[in-house]
């Protein structure tokens, strides 16, 4: 007979079965489901509720709203659409992270980044390793960021569907508080305006890449010296690139000139500026060439400036306007000296009318042509004879120096040199020295006739003879030449007629006396040389004691006349 086995189908294990069925359901329902819960659902509240509700953990008991049974045909992307529909707006929306990823996936399951039951406090949007979202679409680009490992919480913190413009500035506040103290303070705090991410209109933005190319002396300048103010993009590429409107403070032409800077200048070089002269009709030839503008143009006056000579070259018209003030009939701009003037034009007519002024004082009042010619003024020529000038002195006499003869100037001069000149006392009459030559005594001077000491061949050297002269009396000359404190006895005990200076002075009294070494002023004292005292070396005390017996013992000189001891003996 044979045994089957009917393995599972056996009544304990029917028994188990069902029992295990009966537990479940127990557990089930007094657990509220709980038993199949993964976690707590988030309590984060929405502003806006959907059909009432607030938050996932308001429906935690009701499964369905989100999982879908088994045995149906739904996915949970679509449970979610049917409460947050305005996630479908999202999709067509191409700033919105989920514009971004249906366009790179075509299709995206919400639970991908969604994710709950990780308790009441938890997020439930998550971005997982490997799904791409191209933040360029929004209008910002994270290539800068994503090299500085910055995640998608730095920036989006409350949520991923909001950002706040404050967080950059608090995020790079961090970075560089002295770089965002200055930028903030020039393009203020609206980031976004300006910043895309890769620094389009940022510190790597390649000014020459478009029409206005920084160069020159545009190439140091920093973005806020043309772009104050500019806070947008628009208003940056909006900004002018006409140059008077950032130079016309620095217009050095006060507005005399167009507004077109390039005419001229270049950014390169600014003040080397090219104009052409010839635009205004009035070349610039010869000296005018080399010229600085502001040689002409003094006032900055540029438009309708005149081009007549006189009107700058007046002060410089040694003609004293005698001419007029047509300066091209004799002069031409390559050389100012170099004149074109020709004797045969109607104004060169009367020598005195244009030579007058060249006429030294005192000259001839005849003919101009008496000395000189038409072809060059000078070296002139003058022929005495030929202007009749007769009397000397009527032209030469304010030439005479003072004093200085009175006679015909003939006894000196000649009239083929005015110099050097020869006078012969004698043909001249000149016998009274005094007449010509007292004032030119020095002070002090020998009141007697100058023949005692001059002669007239020379007037210099003198040579003075005191007894020719009678001068016997030495002080009545020369007492006012004496120094201070001199020797008061006669000048002759020093000096001699033959020379005064080097003297010899007799000083009976040992000038080396006990080492004095010819100091006067030891036994001179106060420069006095009138008297004279021994006290600087002798104790006066001492010289009392030992001189008691001697009236008037003072007057040293008395007994010690060479300067001994013991004279008396």
């Known amino acids: 007979m044979s045994n089957k086995r009917l393995g599972c189908l056996t009544v304990n294990a029917l028994i188990s079965f069902l029992l295990s069925i009966f537990v479940v359901a127990i557990v089930f329902v007094i657990s509220g489901k709980a038993m199949f819960s993964p976690g707590e659902l988030s309590d984060a509240s929405r502003s806006q509720p959907i059909n009432g509700v607030s938050s996932h953990d ?10 879908a049974v088994p045995y149906s045909d739904r996915t949970m992307t679509e449970l979610c659409i049917e409460c947050h529909l305005t996630a479908l707006d999202d999709f067509d929306n191409e700033d919105h ?3 971004s990823m249906v366009y790179e996936y075509q299709t995206i399951e919400c639970f991908y980044c969604h994710i709950d039951h990780k308790g009441k406090d938890a997020k439930t949007t998550f971005f997982p390793s490997g799904v791409y979202v191209d933040h360029t679409r929004t209008g910002f680009t994270l290539d800068a960021h994503n090299q500085a490992d910055v995640d998608c919480t730095g920036c989006h913190i409350d949520n991923f569907s909001s950002f706040k413009v404050s967080i950059c500035e608090d995020c790079h506040q961090n970075e560089n508080p002295i770089l965002m103290a200055d930028h903030v303070l020039i393009f203020d705090y609206d980031c976004l305006a300006c910043h895309d991410g890769v620094e389009t209109y940022g510190k790597s933005f390649d000014h020459n890449e478009v029409e206005f190319q920084l160069i020159g002396s545009h190439a140091g300048l920093e973005c806020e010296s043309c772009h104050q103010d500019q806070n947008t993009i628009s208003e940056i590429k909006n900004t002018s ?3 008077i409107d950032c130079h016309e403070k620095d217009d050095v032409h006060l507005g005399t000139f167009d507004t077109n800077c390039a005419e001229c200048h270049t950014p390169v070089i600014w003040i080397e500026a090219e104009f052409d002269h010839m635009s205004t009709g009035w070349e610039l030839e010869g000296k005018h060439q080399n010229l600085e503008c502001l040689d002409c143009h003094v006032d900055r006056t540029y438009l309708g400036a005149s081009s007549d000579c006189f009107s700058c070259h007046e002060e410089e018209d040694e003609h004293m306007g005698q001419f007029g003030q047509s300066c091209g009939t004799c002069h031409i701009p390559e050389d100012w000296t170099i004149s074109i003037f020709t004797h045969l034009l109607p104004i ?3 020598c005195e009318s244009c030579h007058q002024v060249d006429a030294p004082d005192p000259h001839y009042k005849g003919q101009c042509s008496a000395c000189h010619i038409t072809d060059a003024w000078t070296p002139a020529t003058f022929d005495h004879l030929v202007a009749e000038a007769n009397n000397c002195s009527e032209c030469h006499f304010s030439n005479a120096p003072v004093p ?7 006894a000196c001069h000649t009239v083929d040199a005015w110099l050097p000149a020869s006078f012969d006392h004698a043909v001249a009459g000149a016998y009274i020295c005094t007449n010509c030559h007292t004032p030119d005594k020095p002070i002090n001077h020998y009141g007697g006739q100058c023949s005692a000491c001059h002669s007239t061949a020379y007037w210099s050297p003198a040579n003075f003879n005191h007894t020719a002269a009678g001068a016997t009396n030495c002080q009545e000359c020369h007492l006012n030449s004496r120094p201070a404190n001199h020797f008061s006895g006669q000048c002759s005990d020093c000096h001699s007629t033959e020379a005064w200076k080097p003297a010899s002075f007799n000083h ?21 040389y009138q008297s004279y005292s021994c006290d600087a070396c002798h104790d006066s005390g001492e010289m009392a004691d030992k001189h008691s017996d001697i009236p008037n013992y003072g007057n040293c000189m008395d007994c010690h006349a060479d300067g001994q001891k013991e004279d008396d003996d």
């Open 508 to 528: 009976t009294f040992p000038l080396d006396h006990e080492g004095a070494n010819s100091d006067c002023s030891l036994c001179h004292t106060g420069g006095n």
């Open 97 to 99: 992270a989920h514009s």
């Open 58 to 67: 308001e429906i935690k008991e009701i499964c369905g709203e989100c999982h």
């Open 241 to 243: 690139q006409e140059c």
């Open 348 to 350: 060169a007519i009367n």
């Open 404 to 410: 200085h003869y009175n006679g015909q100037c003939s």
